[in-house]
């Protein structure tokens, strides 16, 4: 099993960026899939980005491609989300999710993963 811990969220104005990261610590593999999903309001949690810790192929949803780039360091077992140009519909509880295997059909499907963070709340207001 992995933990998984967030940080970076808070409250942002319309435009600014954000960057948040996601640690993990306890047993990985080299084969793993690392994505970002995200709760608003009222609403189910939705596929963010993703990648896998070997490879440069990276997933984004469509409504956040091209502002947001997911990331990560192997050597410090983090991944990353720069988040810029923000919206206001970007306001969520951001989770990070890790898998031990290298989900590929399946990797925009919250269901895939079997390690969750806690979560940390981005909101954007004027």
């Known amino acids: 099993q992995v933990q998984l811990t967030e940080s970076g969220g808070g409250v942002v104005q319309p435009g600014e960026s954000r960057r948040l990261s996601c640690a993990a610590s306890?047993?990985?593999?080299?084969?793993?899939?690392m994505a970002w999903f995200r709760q608003p309001p009222g609403k189910e949690r939705e596929f963010v980005a993703a990648?896998?810790?070997?490879?440069?192929?990276?997933y984004y949803a469509n409504s956040v491609k091209g502002r947001f780039t997911i990331s990560r360091d192997n050597t410090k077992n983090t991944i990353f989300l720069q988040m810029n140009s923000l919206r206001p519909e970007d306001t969520a509880v951001y989770y990070c999710?890790?898998?031990?295997?290298?989900?590929?059909?399946?990797?925009?499907?919250?269901?895939?993963?079997?390690?969750w963070g806690q979560g940390t709340q981005v909101t954007v207001s004027s």
């Open positions: 999710a890790f898998d031990q295997g290298e989900i590929l059909s399946t990797v925009r499907l919250p269901e895939s993963y079997d390690d």
């Open positions: 990648l896998f810790r070997g490879g440069s192929q990276t």
């Open positions: 306890g047993r990985t593999s080299r084969t793993m899939t």
